[in-house]
């Protein structure tokens, strides 16, 4: 199992990597100084660090997609919901005005038929 670094060696290479997380040689050559570190072991720190701060960058846009996609299908769904009941209203509304269109042809059926008997009635009195 690896060694754990020293708690001085530990800060001196975290804050080096607050104040760039860009190691150049002349920064890299300073902390094998100060930490008594090799050069590799101070390269290996720097780019597992690199590593674990773009996994969470990462993380942090999928969660931020993940919250956006959910606030979408929620909109979404909203939006659906309220075209069925629409929907629906436009149907029950279809139907009553089917409903009075067919009483209307039917009142006009009869209007008809009575202006056709008067018409009868009239020939029927006219001739003697």
Not at 77 to 106: D, H, I, P, T, Y
Request: hydrophobic share 35%; proline share 1%; net charge positive.
């Amino acid at each position: 199992m690896a060694k754990r670094f020293e708690k001085h060696q530990n800060d001196a290479l975290e804050l080096a990597f607050e104040e760039s997380v860009h190691l150049t040689k002349e920064k890299k050559i300073e902390l094998v100084r100060a930490t008594g570190l090799d050069m590799e072991q101070v390269t290996s720190w720097f780019n597992r660090k690199k590593a674990r701060k773009r996994a969470r960058e990462s993380i942090g846009d999928l969660e931020r997609t993940n919250a956006e996609l959910h606030q979408a299908l929620k909109e979404s769904q909203e939006k659906e919901a309220r075209l069925q009941r629409e929907l629906q209203e436009s149907r029950v509304r279809e139907a009553e005005l089917e409903a009075k269109n067919q009483q209307l042809k039917q009142r006009l059926t009869i209007i008809e038929g009575d202006v056709q008997f008067d018409s009868v009635l009239k020939f029927l009195k006219g001739r003697p």
